[in-house]
């Protein structure tokens, strides 16, 4: 492993021993200070864009070879556990999105970088090479644009001003040969930034899980199903049938338990949080529909985190759903009520073992994606 570092006073030394060449003017060095900062990455960039992909879910290596080098996931990788992007140093894009919760944050509202709290709980990253549209209202559908949001919100990490961004990365020795080996040259633009973030989370690929194993196979079908125990097998039975999870979190055609659309699933009769209504007048209480891959590690659930298990996620879907305006018409029942499925508790328990069965370890222990600052 190579050790790349840099110290607060080899920095000064450096930069003072340059204005003495260069005779530059004095006010042409910003005045950040920086701690030790210990960066570990291997000797050759690990593989990011020729990942082994199984059939179901060979779609994505498109995004991975026309989106990915491995050089700039590299770059992207330390740029999103790097709090230096934040305007007090302390919060990074890893601050809210950890490893081992498959890329969610395990307490409902985020901390911001300066103590502040989110107003939704912090959406899981899995496979967003499959995504269109980002956050739980999809008032973002580009990627690259997307990643500067959280960088630059008031809340999360407060730093609105890009170019002192830029200055105060490039005055970071340790980012000179990851720009040069991503893009040619040491230089520091939000573009870069932003393109080489985009990369790492495209790279960002689970399908490791119980149910890979099975090998998915049409609707609710699998080739493989000693992969999955009979508690699971019986959970997925439900989830494709009586307890319609399939309706909206569909894995036929893209594997990642998900679908580009939105839905009001009954969590309050008058939804506090417009969603989507917040920008397309009559859709209020619709929110993103999220992937379920990982699902049992990201609690808490829905957009504002008030579930803090998959137990009462399927609580709320057997007995408590609400009668809201814009419900989902696949929790109507042909009444115009709200569905009652009544599962009994084995049922249950068969989903939750299912969903579980949706858990990829191998991504939240993967070495490629976990923090380099070691």
Known sequence: MKNIQLTSIAALLFIGSMSLLTNCKKDSVLPYKYESDVLKLPEQPFTYRDQALPAHMSHLGTALQSKVTDHGATLGRVLFYDPKLSLNNKTACASCHLQENGFADPVRFSVGFDGG???RNASSITNPADMQTFFWDA????LKEMVLQPIKNHVEMGMDNFDALEKKLGQLDYYKPLFQNAFGDENVTRERIAESISQFLTSMVSVNSSFDAAIPGGWGGVQNPGALTGEELQGMNLFFGQAQCGVCHNPVTT???FQETFADIGLEKNPADKGLGANSPGKDGMFKIPSLRNV???APYMHDGRFTSLDDVVNHYSENIENSPNL???L???????????LSET???SLVAFLTALTDTRYT?????SNPFK
């Open 332 to 342: 109507r029942g042909f009444d115009g009520q709200p569905l009652r499925m009544n």
């Open 139 to 142: 008032r973002e559908d580009n």
């Open 365 to 369: 222990n993967d070495p490629k994606f």
């Open 117 to 119: 709290l989110t107003k």
């Open 328 to 330: 989902h018409w696949s």
């Open 255 to 257: 594997g990642t338990f």
């Open 296 to 298: 049992a590690l990201t």
């Open 347 to 349: 049922d249950k328990k």
